[in-house]
């Protein structure tokens, strides 16, 4: 079963409202969780470095005001899309490494699809 | 140069068939590599991780690391048309913990 969880798996949303999204971790603790966005036909761009207890990490060109992490407790990280704009549907996938895993096992989330009208 | 690139694709091959999927990274010190599929509209999903020279197999499935190449490769055996999908290539490079980086992806057909 799934390792990492993401809620909604989809929203709808109107242009100027903001989305939060969810990530768990279900089995394990997640010190890290990384947060990506994927447009149609293109591959994973990782927007930020959720890090529990502290500031994320943002990637160059990615605005932290608009997209807000917190990364609460060991096994939740939420993004949150702030008065979301219609080039911001896109599908956005969180990742979570499992610390107790041989080598650096990365799980991902089952991904959210945000349309924005 | 991007950091991690992979061979243009699309790739089709015959059912029953080898595909190739190759990939070359720019940070030599990488410590991690994998292989993940991603069919359309839906999360990756991990299929190889390697982490050392070599070849490692699982199933039909066989990863190749060459670090002096800077080079990963996935090799899937008796292809069949459930393994159409986007292949992503993904890379931990050696200041990063836990961030991947992804190739552009290829889109692999396998005809009956």
Redo the contacts between chains.
């Keep these: 079963g799934a390792v990492v969880s993401q809620h909604p798996s989809w929203v709808i949303c109107k242009s100027g409202t903001s989305v939060k999204i969810e990530c768990r971790s279900l089995d394990f603790q997640a010190t890290?969780m990384?947060w990506y966005r994927q447009f149609p036909k293109?591959?994973?761009?990782?927007m930020a470095?959720s890090n529990e207890g502290s500031k994320a990490t943002y990637e160059q060109g990615v605005e932290k005001d608009k997209f807000l992490i917190n990364h609460a407790s060991l096994t939740l990280s939420t993004l949150t899309v702030t008065s979301a704009h219609p080039e911001d549907s896109s599908?956005y996938?969180c990742?979570a490494?499992d610390p107790s895993s041989s080598?650096?096992?990365?799980?991902?989330?089952?991904?959210s699809?945000l349309t924005v009208v | 140069q991007k950091e991690v690139e992979q061979n243009s694709g699309p790739l089709s091959v015959p059912e029953g068939a080898i595909a190739s999927l190759n990939c070359t990274y720019s940070d030599r010190v990488s410590q991690s590599f994998f292989w993940y599929r991603q069919y359309s509209g839906k999360s990756p999903e991990l299929i190889m991780s390697i982490y050392s020279n070599g070849d490692k197999e699982d199933g039909r499935f066989t990863a190749q690391l060459n670090k002096a190449s800077q080079y990963v490769s996935l090799l899937i055996r008796d292809s069949q048309p459930s393994d159409s999908a986007t292949y992503l290539c993904a890379v931990i490079g050696g200041t990063s913990y836990g961030k991947l980086t992804f190739g552009q992806g290829t889109i692999l057909t396998v005809h009956p």
């Design positions: 890290t990384f293109q591959s994973l761009m990782l470095t599908f996938i990742s490494r080598g650096n096992t990365i799980y991902f989330g089952e991904g699809w």
